[in-house]
């Protein structure tokens, strides 16, 4: 079964850092789809960004890109250019050929004026 | 186009009462899953339907929950009866296919407290 590891509990970050938060996960599969979504207090779920594992080269959405090492089955998100609203929590995903979609236990961001 | 509604946003039981959430998906998505996350960590996926049918309930404890998704749109998720270890989100989510390039849509959730 895949699992997907978050050892980053909680982090914190000033306004207009950059922060990495980390993300390993465990599978036999060739193909997947690895994920990071933002989970605010409103309790929303929110893709931040998405990874297909056949592609080398790194997703990236504005002010978040993703490391995405296969070999080591890391996935590491970086916020650049931080802002109070990316206070969250945030969750890492793995999706396998079954279409069931894991999440890591996630890791808690605060934004710090 | 409209998200994904839950109802309700927060219900509060007594141990060993029953319990129902409801969850309208994104109109189209065939996809539906129902999650469970307990406070303080990632969602477990409890069931996934596609269209009407059960794809995985592997982790569903199917002794005391149930769902059922009719004519392949909305979706109930029930407990009976609920105990105290049940207090969590429950949160529905879609996508249109289920496949790989289908990230998936989130509810707001239903917030469980079981006293």
């Known amino acids: 079964a895949q699992t997907v590891t978050q050892s980053q509990p909680e982090m914190s970050v000033q306004e207009a850092e950059t922060v990495t938060l980390s993300c390993t996960y465990d599978?036999?599969?060739?193909?997947?789809?690895l994920f990071w979504y933002k989970q605010p207090p409103s309790r929303q779920m929110i893709l931040v960004i998405r990874q297909e594992a056949y592609k080398q080269q790194n997703a990236t959405e504005n002010r978040f890109s993703v490391n995405f090492q296969k070999a080591a089955k890391s996935f590491s998100l970086k916020i650049s250019d931080s802002q109070l609203g990316d206070t969250a929590m945030y969750f890492c995903?793995?999706?396998?050929?079954?279409?069931?979609?894991?999440f890591g236990a996630g890791t808690r961001l605060t934004v710090k004026p | 186009e409209a998200g994904v509604a839950q109802s309700p946003r927060y219900k509060i039981i007594e141990k060993r009462q029953s319990v129902a959430f409801w969850c309208n998906p994104i109109?189209?998505?065939?996809?539906l899953y129902w999650y469970q996350q307990i406070l303080g960590q990632g969602p477990k996926l409890l069931i996934q339907f596609q269209n009407n049918g059960v794809v995985d309930d592997s982790q569903l404890p199917k002794d005391r929950f149930s769902a059922e998704r009719l004519k392949g749109v909305d979706s109930t998720l029930k407990i009976q009866p609920a105990k105290l270890e049940d207090s969590a989100v429950y949160l529905c989510a879609s996508s249109p296919s289920g496949g790989y390039n289908s990230p998936l849509h989130f509810g707001n959730g239903t917030r469980l407290t079981v006293t």
């Open positions: 109109s189209g998505h065939a996809t």
């Open positions: 995903a793995f999706m396998g050929g079954n279409n069931d979609m894991r």
């Open positions: 599978t036999s599969e060739s193909n997947y789809y």
